[in-house]
């Protein structure tokens, strides 16, 4: 089977890449583009740990083809952080120990950003809702959605 050449933008950057018809976007993110960062979970769209950004919309990168991607706009989590820089959501998740094993983190971190990026001011019913694709299985909720509403409240203040 020939292989696929697609061409995108990852974190910003133009990529190229070669695929088989059958790679998920997760295999070609984590195979030939060396971001390692997007975990497979479950490889059925279930747990979120996957979850990576295309033209703006939260998705699970199990479940998108990688020759979908030719001409999107992908962000991962090691778009994140800038010029060595971590994004506020990543700092918080750090002072409020909203992390354990690491497995979902880059997940709960994407789909976090998604949700500020639309909405600087929700309450902690959307927070959850938001992540409730998100699964963790080493730790409760509460930290994580705390670190989402603090970073939400701080990022108001800096854009004020």
Not at 54 to 74: N, P, Y
Not at 77 to 103: D, N, R, T, V, Y
Request: aromatic share 4%; with cysteine.
């Amino acid at each position: 089977m020939a292989k696929m050449h697609v061409s995108t933008t990852i974190n910003g950057e133009p990529t190229e890449f070669l695929c088989d018809a059958t790679d998920t976007l997760l295999d070609a993110l984590r195979g030939p583009l060396g971001l390692t960062g997007s975990k497979e979970g479950c490889a059925t769209g279930d747990c979120g740990a996957c979850s990576v950004t295309v033209d703006g919309r939260l998705t699970c990168s199990c479940l998108m083809l990688a020759a979908e991607a030719e001409g999107r706009e992908i962000g991962t989590i090691e778009g994140l952080s800038q010029g060595g820089k971590l994004h506020p959501l990543q700092q918080k998740f750090l002072e409020m120990a909203a992390l354990q094993c690491g497995i979902c983190t880059p997940g709960f971190l994407v789909a976090s950003k998604a949700l500020l990026d639309r909405n600087l001011e929700p309450t902690e019913t959307e927070v959850r809702y938001w992540l409730a694709g998100n699964l963790c299985r080493c730790t409760g909720y509460d930290k994580i959605v705390h670190a989402v509403l603090e970073t939400a409240a701080e990022m108001r203040g800096a854009s004020r």
